[in-house]
């Protein structure tokens, strides 16, 4: 598994069209938690990916875990993010184990590149503290510009894979239905719901527009209240096994 999972460190390596996205929607999300919890709090992250909310989060938390379960990305972090803090251990999801409780863990694009996102979700119950809270975030296919798409006859199935998903890694794609009865199916319940980044129009079209970073924040801000448009679903939820 640990060799299949080293076939996609090249997605993390930059020089890609879809950078852009990457850099907008895994710099706006981190931000998001953090204005919602203290530095003090315990936090455990599942994967280290582009590694933008690893760095962002082990400047802000105190205590701050990362799991991964490819030596490739791994390394390819450490050497972006030499001065990193957060202590990255090498482990497949479905295998990690730990006495220590967290008091915040958060899946970031995580569940669409796993075998059974409600094993995941269920697994990991197990490591949040009894207050603890949990925020994940997935790939809408119901996207703005993946809507556009598909009425303009550019994306036939919203719900595609394109070259790039596989090159990331990605399983599925999710909409605010079906993230709502992953989590209802493993126990949990959402606590609340946002957009990230509203995207109205392609990649390239928005690359040629160049606009300028005020415009780019707006169109995360303007996301927040539209989940079910906007690039990235994110959702605080709470177990209900307590």
Not at 67 to 84: H, M, T
Not at 172 to 195: A, P
Request: net charge negative; aromatic share 10%.
């Amino acid at each position: 598994m640990a060799t299949d999972l080293n076939e996609h460190v090249g997605a993390y390596q930059g020089g890609n069209l879809y950078d852009i996205d990457n850099s907008i929607l895994l710099n706006w999300y981190p931000q998001r938690i953090i204005n919602q919890t203290a530095p003090s709090c315990s936090i455990l992250e599942l994967g280290v990916g582009h590694g933008y909310s690893t760095n962002i989060f082990s400047a802000h938390f105190q205590r701050h875990v990362v799991l991964d379960g490819s030596p490739a990305v791994i390394e390819n972090f450490n050497q972006r993010y030499p001065e990193c803090k957060a202590q990255i251990i090498e482990t497949y999801f479905e295998e990690f184990d730990s006495e220590e409780k967290f008091d915040l863990i958060v899946m970031g694009f995580i569940l669409e590149h796993v075998d059974n996102p409600i094993q995941i979700l269920e697994r990991f119950r197990n490591f949040l503290t009894p207050s603890g809270r949990m925020f994940i975030a997935v790939p809408n296919a119901a996207s703005m510009n993946r809507r556009l798409g598909n009425i303009a006859g550019m994306l036939p199935d919203m719900c595609s894979l394109s070259a790039h998903d596989a090159l990331l890694g990605h399983q599925r794609y999710y909409t605010v239905e079906s993230l709502k009865k992953d989590i209802h199916d493993s126990g949990f319940s959402v606590v609340g719901m946002e957009g990230i980044y509203l995207k109205p129009l392609t990649t390239s079209q928005l690359n040629s527009l160049n606009l300028d970073k005020k415009l780019i924040d707006a169109l995360c801000v303007l996301g927040i209240d539209y989940p079910e448009l906007s690039c990235g679903i994110m959702a605080e939820i709470k177990n209900e096994q307590k």
